[in-house]
């Protein structure tokens, strides 16, 4: 399987963040990249570098101040003082409900926060090139797929799903699946199903999709009454407009073991069946994975194997995008378990 990774996701490495009101080692960093390389290494899997432009199609998904602020955020930040090189910038203050967010403040951090769902999204020198070259893959991708590919699989980071059309969340900025189904979509794939097995929900991707019919979304994930991100995610989400009945949210109680999630993963994978789209593209988040150290959700190593397996069974043409697994150590495997059991389901 053609699989993109980008060897300058070092690049974007932020310290610490936040966690349970102590700053604590940023469980999205670049070890999660290494692992992940040195595994596909070690099992004989050729890699490739993103090579194509993904500009047009980021502008579809995201908004243009948006992402006209992500890729001059770091430097408006060294602008304002030198020594910020050495200092993470986090967002204070945000324009819920009633306040202003058609106008952009001057103030860094007022925009940072005008940008952001959560204070959980620390910005660095490299995001920007970074997150773009995970959008480039998911673009490239899409071309493979288009020029008769089966499966592709994008080892890039951070994830991408949080990211709304404008704003940054859950270590998310663009949107890497969203912009990987848009491209199918404009290399004239009819229908594109979107099938997020990440721990969390991607609201990020409801949302942009959430009023359209050419793109449909489903998500397995972890409750969000009591997981990230909390304010999207329930089951009565189906879509709106042209969209109803295109989103389909199966949330799931924490300490969910690989018999039930996957008994829940057969009825998302029906529905996408049954819809009969043209092209698959999956958020893989592999944080489903018992030992996760940020998420609850009971899968093993062996499990990986098995969904990549069922993955293929549907019998799409698909594009795998990483999104979260933050047990760093056993990403590589667990992600390389999913690539080669989608290759034997289909050997
Ligand atoms: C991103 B993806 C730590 C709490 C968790 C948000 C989790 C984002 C997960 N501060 N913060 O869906 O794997
Ligand atoms: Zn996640």
Redesign the pocket.
């Known amino acids: 399987m053609i699989t993109f990774y980008d060897p300058q996701h070092t690049r974007h490495a932020p310290i610490f963040?936040?966690?349970r009101g102590a700053r604590v080692p940023c469980?999205e960093n670049p070890s999660r990249g290494q692992f992940v390389f040195d595994e596909l290494h070690a099992r004989g899997h050729s890699l490739r570098v993103p090579s194509v432009d993904s500009t047009a199609a980021i502008h579809q998904i995201h908004s243009a101040r948006y992402i006209d602020f992500l890729r001059t955020a770091w430097l408006q930040w060294l602008a304002l003082d030198s020594n910020n090189a050495h200092v993470q910038p986090f967002p204070s203050a945000w324009p819920v409900r009633n306040l202003r967010s058609d106008i952009e403040p001057q103030n860094f951090i007022a925009k940072l926060g005008l940008y952001s769902m959560d204070n959980?999204t620390p910005l660095d020198a490299g995001t920007w090139a970074v997150t773009k070259a995970a959008a480039d893959a998911a673009v490239e991708a899409a071309h493979c797929i288009a020029n008769g590919e089966r499966g592709v699989f994008c080892a890039t980071r951070p994830?991408g799903?949080?990211a709304g059309a404008d704003f940054m969340g859950?270590?998310?900025f663009l949107n890497h699946a969203a912009i990987g189904a848009q491209e199918l979509r404009n290399l004239g794939f009819a229908k594109v199903a979107i099938f997020d097995v990440?721990?969390?929900h991607g609201n990020g991707t409801q949302e942009i999709f959430y009023q359209r019919d050419d793109v449909f979304y489903g998500s397995l994930h972890g409750n969000p009454s009591t997981e990230?991100p909390f304010y999207l995610g329930h089951a009565d989400e189906v879509g709106v407009g042209n969209g109803l009945s295109c989103n389909f949210n199966l949330p799931l109680p924490a300490q969910t073991n690989a018999v039930d999630w996957f008994a829940a993963y057969q009825i998302v994978a029906n529905r996408i069946a049954q819809l009969k789209p043209s092209a698959l593209v999956v958020s893989l988040?592999l944080?489903t994975f018992i030992d996760d150290p940020?998420a609850k959700f009971k899968l093993t190593s062996d499990d990986y194997f098995e969904l990549g397996r069922r993955i293929g069974d549907i019998g799409l043409p698909t594009v795998f995008i990483l999104?979260?697994g933050y047990a760093a150590q056993a990403l590589g495997v667990n992600a390389v378990n999913v690539i080669e059991g989608f290759e034997a389901s289909y050997r």
């Open positions: 963040e936040f966690y469980f959980g994830p799903h949080h859950g270590y998310c990440d721990f969390h990230y988040g944080d940020i999104e979260g």
